[in-house]
């Protein structure tokens, strides 16, 4: 168990729609990632925010948002859901934003978009 | 653009043997780099990183190599045994202004038999 949390663990919703995945990190983690996981695209990062600001952003589609509250937990945004948005959703954290920090990764949503 | 890629996408290994993943990657200005295992339905653990300064790291039954002059890193586990049947994920950071911005190899899927 790597101290990081996500919920929900599945997700099933209809195209257009929009949902939120929510991030826990662990405790007095203050960096959290977002990654996306598909059988096409491979593990991609998505978002990275430092205490409760945008630290860096990857490849992350303009329907997609995430925050940082300042209970550091975060949570990522996806609306007018597509089919190709279906994938696996991964957040992780780190102690701080630097870039030589151990990332732990949570469980994952998995989002189905029918 | 940068890319991380990996030689081999299955590796098939005798429980007790020896295992060498390899990785190649294409951005010569990248400075750290990381080795991640997942578990089938669980989001990817850390196992060991580099920097750019070094060129070799040994952990508990694992060593990566890395080779700047080719752009290569590799991942050698000693001693295989079934826990360590997983997806191994190579990563480098393409740090952005002090950012940790991961990019992640597509995997290699090592099988250990018994």
């Known amino acids: 168990d790597s101290g990081v949390t996500q919920t929900p663990k599945h997700l099933i919703t209809a195209t257009g729609q929009r949902v939120t995945l929510r991030c826990s990190p662990r405790?007095?983690?203050?960096?959290v990632y977002w990654y996306q996981q598909s059988l096409d695209q491979g593990l991609q990062f998505l978002i990275q925010?430092?205490?409760?600001?945008?630290?860096a952003k990857g490849n992350i589609l303009e329907r997609f948002s995430a925050q940082q509250f300042p209970d550091l937990h975060s949570e990522l945004n996806l609306s007018s859901l597509e089919l190709g948005d279906s994938a696996l959703y991964f957040c992780?954290?780190?102690?701080?934003?630097?870039?030589?920090?151990?990332?732990?990764f949570g469980p994952g949503t998995r989002l189905t978009v029918l | 653009g940068e890319s991380v890629g990996l030689h081999l996408p299955t590796l098939s290994v005798q429980e007790g043997d020896n295992s060498i993943i390899n990785c190649a990657y294409s951005n010569s200005a990248s400075d750290y780099f990381i080795w991640y295992k997942q578990e089938s339905g669980k989001g990817p653990q850390f196992i060991i990183d580099?920097?750019?300064?070094?060129d070799k790291r040994q952990g508990q039954r694992v060593t990566v190599l890395l080779n700047k002059t080719v752009k290569h890193l590799s991942l050698q586990i000693a001693a295989t045994q079934p826990g360590d049947s997983a997806v191994y994920f190579c990563a480098e950071n393409d740090s952005i202004q002090g950012a940790q911005k991961l990019v992640f190899g597509q995997g290699t899927r090592l099988t250990i038999n018994p």
């Open positions: 925010y430092y205490n409760g600001e945008e630290r």
């Open positions: 992780a954290s780190s102690p701080s934003g630097e870039p030589y920090n151990e990332q732990f």
């Open positions: 405790s007095g983690d203050l960096s």
């Open positions: 580099i920097r750019s300064n070094m």
